[in-house]
């Protein structure tokens, strides 16, 4: 069991470093673009292509490491005015919806890439690539994020920390 839990991290981790590239492969396609049109140079196809396929895997890959560290935007108004037996109640029930809608979005996902795959759909743009490569984050993505936030509702830390306000 050990050993599935270290594995399940790494990937988690590595989910996350690939997400963390992403970034900075936005900033400096965006530099690039911005430079390239100062300079009256029209920036290449690609360039432009590949910050939106950037966007996409950022966005899958790094969610389920935001969740995991309370990274994610959520509003403590309520719960920090709850006592302390409702707020493990609602922060256990909210995360408990998360994971629901976590794992109805990882099985459309899957749905969604079997699809492409069957289609052999490819977004054709500045170059052709296989639509199954966007949507397979989709349900890994999600059936991490479902992991991590069952984490919130069968483990002993809570999602909601109780405290109104900006803690860092």
């Known amino acids: ?6 594995i399940y991290d790494g990937l988690l981790y590595l989910m996350a470093l690939a997400a963390a590239a992403m970034l900075v ?9 911005v430079a390239m049109r ?9 360039l432009f292509t590949s910050t939106e396929y950037g966007l996409l895997y950022m966005t899958m890959l790094g969610a389920p490491w935001l969740v995991r560290e309370k990274g994610h935007v959520h509003i403590e108004l309520v719960t920090a005015a709850l006592p302390a037996r409702s707020r493990r109640f609602v922060s256990r029930a909210v995360a408990l919806g998360c994971v629901a809608v976590s794992v109805i979005l990882a099985w459309y996902g899957f749905e969604l890439f079997q699809t492409n795959i069957e289609r052999n759909d490819y ?10 490569m966007l949507t397979i984050t989709f349900p890994i ?3 991490f994020t479902a ?17 109104a306000g900006i803690h860092e």
């Open 147 to 163: 992991i991590e936030f069952a984490r919130f509702v069968f483990g002993k830390e809570l999602l909601h920390s109780g405290e």
């Open 38 to 46: 100062n300079l009256g140079i029209q920036p290449f196809a690609w």
């Open 25 to 33: 492969w936005l900033m400096v396609s965006v530099v690039v673009s």
């Open 123 to 132: 977004d054709v743009r500045a170059y052709f690539y296989p639509r199954w």
């Open 141 to 143: 993505a999600f059936s």
């Open 1 to 6: 069991m050990r050993l599935i839990a270290r």
